[in-house]
């Protein structure tokens, strides 16, 4: 894209015949893609050929088509609250590699048991940029902006259920939060918090 | 009131003549009485022998008429985020007062320095019932939840802006809350939460 | 967890290799574990060993892995308005079973006929604490907590329709209640709702 | 109006001088006029002459203009749940007597006191038509409608703080009732459950 | 039921063996029972005997068990905007005649045509009681008010889409109608319309 | 603009200040500009000079400065339910006239008392454009869109109170219309009705 | 219908009886017809002479029967945001066809590439009148509204996911648009736009 | 803070004793200090000490207390879409400032004039974080988005009417931007987003 941010296709809703014809195209100018809520059902739908050169990963529904460039460590970690946070993070992780990031990943330290979180503050203290992926109460967003001074990036998930249905609560929470400087994008959307953690580290060259 | 409880006359949207019936009844009846959310403003209108047995406490809005048992402690300790919170602790705080139960009171321990919550937590911890008190995101709630084992009834206030404004998101992240056996009760309603925690220290003996 | 009490897998949205790690786990430790919203369709996923040490319970969706304590009456009464929240009694029933507290169950006494509810006030006063499941327009938690002086921990369920529909109508009831001391949970949330009366049993050691 | 129900002009909004034009015409006319919403501080800027015809109540905020019928006792009982209701009970009250209709009045019987209910429970029987008056979370409409079998008509009332500032509660509490048969008009529409009562009342002749 | 009004069975969410428990009862007692919500394709798991008993109507998913009364005219019409709201029609119906009520129906009538609801103006005017069903805006209620002056009693249903989608538009206007005397119920609520409309008729014996 | 269309300065929320600078350059440039939501209070505090040039109406709150040109009729009905929607007819009239366009009005058509719409009908049908304004639940929008073939655009108002407070049913009522090609704008504006009916005026041309 | 504008069918959740029923009535008549939301799954249901006559487009869901007349061009331009948008871009599209309009298309100018638009915009502004067709948030009506002059038709569609889902975000953005003169129909509503787009056709000649 | 970044005093809802306390404090302790939400009104409660060493800015309510570090040029960019937008690009201004940050300042390129924002590319891709503020459909966010590469923070403002009321729609709009990488924080929360830029600048040393 003119921003220099790399773009990606949105499979869901796509057809098989659209889903082929962007692919080809990428193919025939040899350029890298990403594809994003691609779910594994329709990899059987591709021809062979394309099929053979896409990386798809089941928990984050996102593929990698063709060869981008190889990750390195850039200070990017993501941490999340729970086991079923876990596919939005691998949007973000994969959004990251596609665009040559490496990112760190810290997993089940939501707040009702704080001391996980605690024990490996160095560590989070050690980032660049956090990534945050919180579903239910979101709790988690103000407790790590409190101890941290890198930007936090808040992403919302739609796990809980009740009031938390969708990921509201959370979404909510990140916004509200008493803790200063803490952003947030769209619930469930570890894409674009991706795509804003590579805005950062650009700002930062 | 049949349940044993007390009752408390909720002062707005009353008419002066309608509180001069009452307080009068309960001057009669010799009948101490709590009035929530009366406004200072509106003492002057009530005649002098009347206002002369109210004790009334502008922070909170409250006032005791008469004069109820002595308060003694009873383990009920209330705690609170920010500064803004606190006309509800003392909606709530009065409320056991005029029950005869001296509260404990722990404020300015939002979680946005969570190093002030941790520093107290000996404190929090020896606690038998928590009243937790937070506007904007209610973090405080889930961390104060994972952290110890007495009851902690929840109190959402209207303190914030935005998407926060009315404290809808404060009760949403009580109700949402990944830490378990939280319970809540209405925005702003100190009350209500002191007379839960009522029944529950009458459930205990 | 830290607090003291049980903790429990929430099953929904975990993968069948994420739960037969969870149960091994705890096999190879010798714990007994809850399991929730683990729908009766999944058991037939999980090894023979694994699921033979498996107590599911269909209505309530909940399974007891291992030998938790022989449970003992405590106290507790779980009260319902109609057939259709057996669910959620259900899910807080087992989840006190696990604990070592053996509750009372009252249903049916909706307040469409008030006479049933009536009928069963001594029962019902006789509760240490009592948890109060309804859907639809949750009347039962105001004319319960206007009768009996126990602690009332309201579940409001998704039972119902139109406006109702999801639970809301139900937890707003509660949370708006004229009856003072009432507190609630989240929607369907029997478990924390068991938890809380834990909380309180522990309160009055 | 051509259905044959009285009309009625709201006050709220209208100036003046629009105001002065339409009493002067009814006037004109010797046709009796209700006025609903007329705040008592905007009698002071009519004409001495139009003023001196308007019966004006300051609760309910109604005005009666010229000579309605006498009101004679048709079977229409008004019951609320407490004192704040009144204002709304006397919106009803009036707009019954305009049209020749007396109603009975039956206070402060909300369901947190459920036996000055039960204690009232053979008038209530008695009546041919209930419009039942209540705020909060509106439990009073299911029990009522649970006990007595004649047209009950709902006036959610917006009284009520937290969730049910506005009166979406009570309202959806009449909604959702689990209680078959009943009937809701909008919050605060005493006007309107009056007009539906005396739509009855004809319905019945 | 205690109130004299026939009762029924909220079929969805019953299990069979509820529903076979229940039928047996009501056979044993023989007792006829009305059925709501009960999909066609349920049928098929009920035992034979119970199944010949009951008059099952696809349209309304109805069903009604055992032989109740024969019905007659009453004056009560039904009348519905489009071809999509007879279901909730056919409930409320099939809820009439349960209980010795043959009611008229009027289909086709919405506003947009205006003409063919004028057409049949003399018909509606006629009727005693009148009970409107209408989706999307619910502009029908409020011209139907304005030109009869029976009892109107609304029912919004679900039929929309997009702002409409689950029918709150349609029960918000029926709510906020500028016609006078229209009373509403829940959204899809044929059932409970039906039961209003029978309170009345018992109301003008 | 770029657009062809008249700018407006929306006069609530600017300063005196900021009001007198937007006049002044104005006048410099003798450009006649169209003011909406300006106070009446707040004429006083601008300088007689300035004032001289503003013709303000109190009732739609609008002001035009300087001479713009003569109004001609085009074509373009403005047609309302009440009394209460007269101040967003106004503005609508306003934009249009200083826009040279002078619009029919038609007033006091809300369909609880359809025959006044009926009797207009003749006039409503010789329009090229309606634009129609209408708070409460708006069913005036339907009505009118059943019997028109002329563009049509909506205006709810915030008229209304309960569930209505706001204008969201009304311009629901709009969006969710049985009657095809109505279209509709924001609530309660008058000013962006009649830049659509400018914009399909010079479409005609 | 009586304003002159062609009636459609609303195909979803019509029964195939209903669908066979109108169809023969058309052939009878010889008269054209347009179904809309016709899945095609449901074309097989249909008998094969009625099919026969059947012009059905997979993409739009919409469905031609008999033959309607050819259509020309008329100014009128369809522009989307995204491949998303496409259904309901041929929804508006072919029902403008069924009335003998012929409409220019331009997809794939989302503001996210806000150049792609800026080349097309010579094309846009030779439109008579614009049917803007985006979901998200929507952007692209603002900026459309901004640069053209011609009516703009806004038809928010349900595409987004998060806070967008729906399409709420989408018309909220059309509604509250700072660019003046905008409309809007509702959320996917391609018929409607069109039905409008039709309206002002007529009114310019 | 712990974090390293600035401390504010939010002012809204302190007693002036409060904010008295809070300024002598910081006054003993050489410390600077930034009020916001401070009232121009609530000036004159001050102590003449005190105000002598605030400076107070009447437009985004803010004070600085002492004298913080001087601030310089660090590629921070204000953009807002007009002149309702002021306060709130005034409360993010100064709060870099009192962090040393001197941001510059873009106004008035709101999308309906596209032009005006194009003319000030250049300006816009050259700073390094972007923070843009608007309210009502918000569409410049997704603009500026899909043309420059750098952070852009979001801040949604309560400008706005109708559906826009409160921010919620122009909040909506950053959240569902179809443009990558956006980042939001709370409507009007100019300070939270300047916050937020520190964070980004400190990531990037
Ligand atoms: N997982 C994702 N979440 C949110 N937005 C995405 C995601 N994947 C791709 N996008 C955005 O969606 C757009 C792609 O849409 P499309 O052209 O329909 O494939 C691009 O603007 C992407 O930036
Ligand atoms: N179709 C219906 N819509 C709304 N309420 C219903 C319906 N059918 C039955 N009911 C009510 O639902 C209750 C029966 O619920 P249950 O005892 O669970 O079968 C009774 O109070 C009925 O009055
Ligand atoms: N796709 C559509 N979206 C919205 N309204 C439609 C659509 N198709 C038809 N309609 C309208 O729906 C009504 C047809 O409903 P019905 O008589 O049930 O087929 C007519 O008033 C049409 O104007
Ligand atoms: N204008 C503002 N908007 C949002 N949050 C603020 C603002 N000013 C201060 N804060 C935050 O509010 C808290 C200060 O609250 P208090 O301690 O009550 O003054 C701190 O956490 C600040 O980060
Ligand atoms: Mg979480
Ligand atoms: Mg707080
Ligand atoms: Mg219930
Ligand atoms: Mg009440
Ligand atoms: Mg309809
Ligand atoms: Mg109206
Ligand atoms: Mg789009
Ligand atoms: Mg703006």
Request: hydrophobic share 50%.
């Amino acid at each position: 894209a003119r921003t220099g941010l790399p773009e990606a296709v949105y499979a869901e809703g796509k057809t098989v015949a659209q889903l082929i014809a962007i692919l080809s195209e990428a193919a025939a100018q040899d350029r890298p893609l990403l594809l994003t809520r691609l779910a594994t059902s329709r990899l059987a739908d591709l021809p062979p050929d394309l099929r053979a050169n896409l990386d798809h990963d089941a928990l984050s529904q996102t593929a990698i088509f063709g060869t981008p460039p190889q990750p390195a460590a850039a200070g990017v970690t993501v941490v999340c609250a729970g086991l079923a946070d876990m596919p939005v993070v691998g949007e973000a992780v994969r959004t990251l590699a596609f665009s040559g990031v490496r990112a760190q990943v810290v997993t089940d330290v939501g707040v009702a048991g704080l001391w996980r979180l605690l024990e490996r503050l160095d560590e989070l203290r050690a980032a660049r940029i956090i990534i945050a992926v919180a579903g239910m109460e979101g709790a988690l967003f103000s407790v790590l902006a409190g101890l941290v001074s890198a930007p936090i990036i808040a992403v919302p998930t739609s796990v809980g259920h009740g009031v938390a249905t969708g990921g509201h609560v959370a979404l909510n929470s990140a916004l509200a939060s008493c803790a200063p400087g803490l952003v947030t994008v769209n619930i469930d959307n570890g894409f674009g918090a991706a795509q804003s953690a590579l805005r950062i580290l650009h700002a930062g060259r």
